[in-house]
């Protein structure tokens, strides 16, 4: 009998230290970094902050958009998301290469973007190539510059938007500005290769690309400017 009254006092004791009619609260089970699976939540923690909420751009190309995702296959897109761009702000996400996705979860991330913005397919035969097969010849592609790209950056890339300033050239790679020329970046007005006064061929994209790169100065001497690399 003095155990059956010992219990209903340990249990009107513990009662009585709750608040009436609230109920004891089953905590959650923490979910490790690696096991998340959720598209919106692995692309929102890891990729939206530079290319958009919603893939559409932010501080960087939009690699939701149609002409994006019409030039960069699967591979392309799990690859950059792999190793990163070297010498540029996009760091390497997989953990074989020092960051925090596993192989699952970027699998999970390419094929989401393409679900959710993308159409599946090759790209069209008169679209720019993601890659460049040739070199390019900067002189012409100072013309091509100065036909369809001054009227927002100036006639020598270095007003408005100057996106021949040495100082912007040093923060991303060639194949950058080749992406941002074939696909423009629509929430900063910039059109891609179809909206100028005429579509760009592959080499006018190539030739552009050739010239600004011509714009970049060489590490030894933005060493010697490091307040502005001029």
Same mark, same amino acid.
């Given at each position: 009998m003095k155990y059956i009254v010992l219990i209903l006092a340990i249990m009107l004791g513990d009662s009585s230290c709750r608040p009436s009619g609230q109920r004891s609260v089953v905590e959650a089970p923490?979910?490790?970094?690696?096991?998340? %699976?959720?598209?919106?939540?692995?692309? #929102? *923690?890891?990729?939206? +902050?530079?290319?958009?909420?919603?893939?559409?751009?932010?501080? %960087?190309? +939009?690699? #939701?958009? !149609?002409?994006?995702?019409?030039?960069?296959?699967?591979?392309t897109i799990r690859r950059v998301i792999e190793k990163g761009r070297t010498g540029t702000p996009m760091q390497a996400f997989a953990q074989k290469a020092g960051g925090m996705l596993t192989d699952?979860?970027?699998?999970?991330?390419?094929? +989401?973007?393409?679900?959710?913005? #993308?159409?599946?397919?090759?790209?069209? %035969?008169?679209? !720019?190539?993601?890659?460049?097969? *040739? !070199?390019g010849d900067a002189e012409r592609g100072y013309k091509v510059f100065a %036909?369809?790209?001054s009227s927002c950056h100036g006639p020598d890339g270095r007003r408005g938007r100057a996106i021949a300033d040495s100082s912007y050239l040093a923060l991303v790679s060639d194949q950058h500005l080749r992406t941002v020329t074939i696909t423009g970046m629509p929430h900063l007005g910039m059109p891609d290769w179809r909206t100028h006064p005429k579509p760009l061929s592959d080499g006018d994209v190539t030739d552009v690309v050739a010239w600004l790169a011509a714009q970049r100065l060489p590490f030894s001497t933005q060493l010697k400017h490091p307040g502005g690399f001029e």
């Open positions: 923490v979910i490790r970094p690696s096991e998340v %699976t959720d598209f919106r939540v692995l692309y #929102g *923690q890891n990729c939206s +902050g530079c290319h958009g909420a919603n893939g559409q751009g932010a501080l %960087t190309v +939009g690699i #939701g958009t !149609p002409a994006y995702l019409a030039i960069a296959d699967d591979s699952a979860q970027i699998e999970i991330i390419v094929h +989401g973007i393409r679900k959710s913005w #993308g159409k599946a397919g090759p790209p069209a %035969t008169d679209e !720019p190539r993601y890659l460049g097969s *040739q !070199p %036909t369809v790209c």
